[in-house]
C-alpha cells in the first residue's frame, strides 16, 4: 500500500499451519519431530515515515502447583454371623482397591443378639481388626457395598437394625445419590439370592440413592452349570448350607469383581 496506508506483513515471518488438513502445506519432517514452543509474533508497522518492528511475545504459562487428589471411598459394611458374608466382603476390598484412585473401608454393623445366645449358636468371635460402623460415618464415603445373610429371603435383623438407625441421614438426604450395591448368603440354593436383595432396596429408595447390580459382566462365570455358585444379576452371594460350606473360587471370584466394578462405577459418577 502507499504511504501511510497501514501495516503489511514481514516478509521474514512464514505462514504456519496445524496438520495437514486442507490445501495448505503440513508439517515437515524435522518440525514434526520436535514439540511445540512458544512463538513469538513479528510484525512490521508503517507509520507515516517510520517503519517500526513490533514483537509481541505468547504468553506463558502460569505453573500449576502439584496437588495431591484423596481417593474415593468405599464403605464395605456387612454383618456375618458364621463368616460366609465376611469372606465376600474381604474379597470385594480387593477389587475395590484394584482400581486406581479407590479405595475400600471394612465395616461390620453392631450384633444384636447377646453374647449367651452367640455362643449357642456356636458363631465364631467376629474379626476384632474390622471395626463397627456407626449410621453418622456413612456420610463420609463416595459409595457402598452392604452385605449380609437373609431370613425368609430378607437381610438379618442386625442389618435391618442398623438401616433403622440412619433416621438422620434419611431426614437429611445425606446418602441421596450415592451408590450402592448388595451381596449375600443363603442357607439353601431356593433360600433368596435374588430376594435377599431385591427386598434391600427399599433401604436405598427412601434414602434417594441409586442401586448398582452387577447384571451379567462377570461374563461365563455367571453361565456356569458344572458347580454350585451363590450370586446374581443383583450381586455376589454364596450358599452357606448348615454353615459348615465355605465359599467356592467362583463364588470369591464374583465377589472381587463387584468390587472392582462398584469401584468404576463410583470412579465415572464423580467426574464432573
Known sequence: MGKG????????????????????????????????????????????????????????????????????????????????????????????????????????????????????????????????????????ADGFLFGFPTRYGCMAAQMKAFFDSTGQLWKEQTLAGKPAGFFVSTGTQGGGQETTAWTAITQLVHHGMLFVPIGYTFGAGMFKMDSIRGGSPYGAGVFAGDGSREATDTELALAEHQGNYMAAIVKRLSQP
Open 5 to 140: 496506508g497501514g501495516c503489511v506483513p514481514s516478509k521474514k515471518k512464514k505462514p504456519s499451519y496445524i496438520g495437514t488438513t486442507g490445501d495448505g502445506p503440513g508439517i515437515d519432517d524435522d518440525d514434526a519431530a520436535n514439540p511445540p514452543i512458544p512463538i513469538e509474533d513479528d510484525r512490521t508497522t508503517v507509520d507515516g515515515d517510520r517503519t517500526t518492528a513490533t514483537t509481541t511475545a505468547a504468553p506463558t504459562t502460569p505453573t500449576m502447583t502439584a496437588r495431591t487428589i484423596p481417593p474415593l471411598k468405599i464403605f464395605v459394611v456387612y454383618y456375618s454371623m458364621y463368616g460366609h458374608v465376611e469372606s465376600l466382603a474381604k474379597r470385594m476390598k480387593k477389587g475395590v482397591d484394584s482400581v486406581d484412585g479407590v479405595e475400600a473401608t471394612l465395616y461390620r454393623v453392631p450384633e444384636t443378639l447377646s453374647q449367651e445366645v452367640v455362643e449357642q449358636m456356636k458363631a465364631p468371635a467376629k474379626d476384632s481388626e474390622i471395626p463397627e460402623i456407626t449410621a453418622t460415618e456413612l456420610a463420609a
